[in-house]
Each structure stands twice: as structure tokens, then as C-alpha cells.
């Protein structure tokens, strides 16, 4: 059942048709099945499918990942070539430079999915946690007022997550696409042991 989803949804991303918010999530919620269960499909790897989005990208979901050489996500998602249009900066923070390439993905490409994804252990939020912000200002102004009431990092790092996602929602492009039902904004926890993502609530 799984893989006749999987396999319609491919067919209908390939012919170009919109994917519903909710398809979208559950087809990155389905490829991190498949990879915690080392069952990867790696789909949309070949050339063919290379050629076929040269002229053209049509992703269905947008990640905003942290840099963390561990959390790649189109190996996490088990994605391929033009499934996913990702931003990622250390500790998945979002500013105006972020907004920017979130929002052209969002409104000109018609992603149907934004997943805001922090990590285990992320590096930038336990040196913000731990007061250690000399070489990463920029970064640390950004989590730092997400993060005042965290009293370790795996929760600090989920108030990070849903700190970016309540901003999103409010910014002016994405809150249109989302009353329209155009695209969904969630957050994502991925612990570094087991490869799974926590959907957060
Ligand atoms: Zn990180």
C-alpha cells in the first residue's frame, strides 16, 4: 500500500500536478520510514529524471535544515533530484535572507510543504544555550529569544523549531498560502541515532 502512495505520488509530481499540504508531508514522513528501516528507494536519482527538470523544478516540499553534515535531507527523506528545495544554515535559523528563498519556493514554485527541521544535538542551539555566542552573533541573536525557558538542548532546540514556525505563519506571503490550503508550515525533530523524525505538535 505504501509503495503504490509512494509510486502515485511520484507519478503525479513528475506530470507536473499539484500535491496536496498533506500528501506532501506524508510523502517526507513515508521516505524517513523507509530510511530508519534502511528499505531506501533513492528515487529520482537517474539520468532520466535529471533531464526531465533541467528546464524546469517543480519540488513539493521546502526543508529548512540545520548545516549539520548528519542531517542531509534528501538522504533523511530518501528524496531525489527536484523533490526537495532546501535552505540550510547552522541551527535552522530563519532571517531575511532565508525568508526570501523560503517564500520564492513557497509562491513561485509551489511547494506544498514547509518542514522546519532542528536536530539532536545541534551544535548552534547548545552554544547559544551555553552562553557561548563570540563566533556565531548573527546566528545566537536569532535563537536566543526562542530559547529563554529551554532547560536542556533537545528542548531548546524544539522551542527553536517552534518559535520559526509561528514566525513563518505570520509573514505576509506565507500566511496567504496558507489560508488558501496552498501549502502547510510544520516543525520536525530528527534524533541522530535512530534517523527518525519526530513530527512536533
Ligand atoms: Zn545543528
Known amino acids: 500500500m505504501r509503495k503504490t502512495i509512494f509510486f502515485l505520488s511520484c ?15 506524508q510523502l517526507l514522513i513515508d521516505g524517513n520510514h523507509r530510511y530508519v528501516a534502511d528499505q531506501l528507494m533513492r528515487p529520482n536519482h537517474s539520468s532520466d529524471r535529471r533531464e526531465a527538470i533541467a528546464a524546469k523544478q517543480k519540488p513539493f516540499a521546502i526543508i529548512v535544515g540545520c548545516s549539520d553534515s548528519r542531517v542531509a535531507p534528501e538522504i533523511i527523506f530518501d528524496q531525489g533530484l527536484g523533490d526537495l528545495f532546501i535552505v540550510r544554515v547552522a541551527g535552522n535559523v530563519v532571517g531575511p535572507v532565508e525568508l526570501d528563498s523560503i517564500e520564492y519556493a513557497a509562491d513561485h514554485l509551489g511547494c506544498s510543504c514547509l518542514l522546519i527541521l532542528g536536530h539532536e544535538a545541534c ?10 555566542t563570540q563566533d556565531i552573533e548573527a546566528i545566537a541573536d536569532l535563537i536566543g529569544p526562542a530559547i529563554k525557558g529551554a532547560k536542556n538542548v533537545e528542548e531548546a532546540v524544539k522551542d ?5 514556525v509561528q514566525h513563518l505563519k505570520k509573514t505576509p506571503v506565507l500566511k496567504k498560502l496558507i489560508a488558501k490550503k496552498k501549502i502547510n508550515c510544520i516543525g520536525g525533530y530528527y534524533e541522530l541515532g535512530s534517523g527518525n523524525v519526530e513530527i512536533l505538535k
Not at 507519478?11 to 508531508?25: D, E, K, R
Not at 551544535?123 to 557561548?132: I, Q
Open 160 to 164: 527553536n523549531v517552534r518559535s520559526i
Open 123 to 132: 551544535g548552534a542551539v547548545t552554544a547559544v544555550l551555553d552562553g557561548h
Open 11 to 25: 507519478l503525479v509530481a513528475n506530470l507536473g500536478f499539484s500535491i496536496t499540504p498533506s500528501n506532501a508531508l
